[in-house]
C-alpha cells in the first residue's frame, strides 16, 4: 500500500486536473464530453484501438506528438512497408539479445555504490541505460546520456506543446513544429526515424524503472524481483500497474464505434490504458496475476501495438534483478513535474 500511495504522486504533482478529471468519470466505461470521448473499459479501449479508424499524426495524438519531437511519419502511417519494417528492426534487435549486454554492463557499473553503502539514483541509471540501448538499436555512436537527455526533452516540448488549451490546429500535411531539442535529438539519432525510435524508447522506460523500483522498495518486493520464476510475472504486473504511458490521446478518422457509443470523425478519444489495464483496482501479485490478455493492453492493441514490449519486459527484468542484490530502500524521490510521461526526477537509493 504504501508503494501505491507514493506512486500516485506522479500523476498528482504532474497532472492534477486531468487525473482528477479521469479519477472521477471511471466508474463509467466512456463518456463523451463535447467533442472529446474519455474511454475507461477494457473492451472501449481495444475498440478505440483496433475498430475505429485513427489519424495516427492529428495534433493532439501521440502520433502527432512524436512527429513534433522529431520522428517521421513512417511508423504511425498505418500499413505502409516502412512502417513494417520500423517494426520489424525493433523486433530483430532483440531476438539473440544482442542489445542485452549494453543494458547489463550499465547496470553492473553503475550499481557498484551501493554494495559500499553509497546511494545510487535509479533515475540517472535509466537514463543512461536507455540512452546506450537506444544508440544500439540504432547503430549511431552518440553519448547515451546525451541522447536520451535529448529524447526525453523533444518529447516534453512537443507534449507541452501539443496538450496546451487552445492550441490551434496545425493544417494537414504541414511539416510540424520542432524544437531546439527535436532537432538535436534527430542529429544524434541520424535520423527522424531514428529519433522517433528513441522517444518511444527512452521516454517510456525512464518513466517505468525508477517508478517500478520505488514500487519493490515500499512492498518489499525483492524475493519475487530476485526469483528467476517469479520475476517475469513480477514483472508483467508492475508494467500493469505503472501503466508507463497511462493515456493514449487519438483522434478518429472516420465514424465507428466505442463500447456500444457513436464517435465521429475528428472526435479526440482518450484511452485510459491505465483504467483498461485494471492498473487502479488490483496491485501487482505473483500468486494472483491479471490474465495476460488485460496486462498487455498497457502497449497497446492491434496493428500498432508496441513492437518494444518485449525489449521493455528484457530490461526491466534484468534492472529488477540487478537491483534485488542489495535489497533497495528509498532514500530520496521528487516528481519530474515537466516529463513527457508521468515519472520521477529522482529516486535516490541504499542498500536495505
Ligand atoms: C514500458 C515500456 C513501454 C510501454 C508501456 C510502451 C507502450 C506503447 C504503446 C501504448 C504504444 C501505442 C500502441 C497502439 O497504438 O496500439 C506504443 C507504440 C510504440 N512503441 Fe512502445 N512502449 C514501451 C517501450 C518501448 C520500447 C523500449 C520501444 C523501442 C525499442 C518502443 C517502441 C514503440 C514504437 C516504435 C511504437 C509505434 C508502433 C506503431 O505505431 O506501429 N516502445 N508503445
Redesign the pocket.
Known amino acids: 500500500m504504501r508503494a501505491r500511495r507514493r506512486d500516485r504522486l506522479v500523476y498528482l504533482l504532474s497532472h492534477p486536473f486531468l487525473f482528477a478529471l479521469l479519477g472521477a468519470t471511471r466508474f463509467a466505461s466512456s463518456v463523451r464530453i463535447g467533442r472529446t470521448v474519455l474511454v475507461h473499459g477494457t473492451d472501449g479501449y481495444v475498440d478505440g484501438?483496433t475498430r475505429v479508424p485513427l489519424d495516427?499524426t492529428a495534433p493532439g495524438s501521440?502520433g502527432g506528438i512524436a512527429r513534433a519531437a522529431g520522428g517521421a511519419d513512417v511508423?504511425?502511417d498505418e500499413e505502409g512497408p516502412e512502417?513494417r519494417s520500423?517494426?520489424r528492426s525493433?523486433g530483430q534487435a532483440l531476438a539473440g539479445s544482442r542489445l542485452a549486454p549494453v543494458w547489463q554492463e550499465v547496470l553492473r557499473q553503475r550499481l557498484r555504490p551501493l554494495g559500499t553503502g553509497g546511494t545510487v539514483d535509479v533515475v540517472e541509471v535509466a537514463v543512461e541505460l536507455t540512452g546506450a540501448t537506444a544508440a544500439a538499436?540504432l547503430g549511431v555512436d552518440a553519448h547515451p546520456v546525451r541522447l536520451a537527455r535529448a529524447a526525453r526533452r523533444a518529447a516534453a516540448d512537443a507534449a507541452r506543446d501539443h496538450l496546451r488549451p487552445g492550441r490551434r490546429p496545425q493544417k494537414p500535411g504541414r511539416r510540424p513544429q520542432r524544437s531546439d531539442a527535436a532537432r538535436e535529438l534527430i542529429e544524434l539519432a541520424g535520423s527522424e526515424r531514428g529519433a522517433?525510435?528513441a522517444v518511444?524508447?527512452v521516454n517510456?522506460?525512464v518513466s517505468?524503472l525508477p517508478r517500478a523500483v520505488a514500487w519493490c522498495a515500499d512492498d518489499d518486493l525483492w524475493s519475487a524481483a530476485a526469483d528467476p520464476v517469479r520475476r517475469p510475472v513480477l514483472v508483467d504486473e508492475l508494467?500493469r500497474v505503472l501503466?508507463?504511458?497511462p493515456l493514449?490521446p487519438r483522434v478518429a478518422a472516420g465514424d465507428g464505434t466505442v463500447a456500444g457509443r457513436p464517435v465521429r470523425r475528428g472526435d479526440r478519444l482518450i484511452l485510459v490504458?491505465r483504467h483498461a489495464a485494471h492498473a487502479h483496482r488490483r496491485g501487482p501479485s505473483t500468486v494472483d496475476p491479471a490474465p495476460p490478455k488485460v496486462a498487455q493492453l498497457?502497449?497497446?492493441?492491434?496493428?500498432?501495438?508496441?513492437?518494444?514490449?518485449r525489449?521493455?519486459r528484457a530490461q526491466l527484468a534484468d534492472a529488477l534483478a540487478a537491483f534485488a542484490v542489495y535489497r533497495p530502500v528509498v532514500v530520496r524521490a521528487a516528481v519530474d513535474r515537466s516529463a513527457a510521461l508521468p515519472g520521477w526526477s529522482t529516486v535516490e537509493v541504499r542498500a536495505g
Open positions: 484501438l495516427r501521440t511508423v504511425f512502417h520500423t517494426r525493433v538499436l522517433m525510435l518511444a524508447a517510456t522506460m517505468a508494467l501503466a508507463p504511458s493514449l490504458a498497457v502497449f497497446g492493441a492491434g496493428p500498432h501495438a508496441c513492437p518494444g514490449a525489449l521493455a
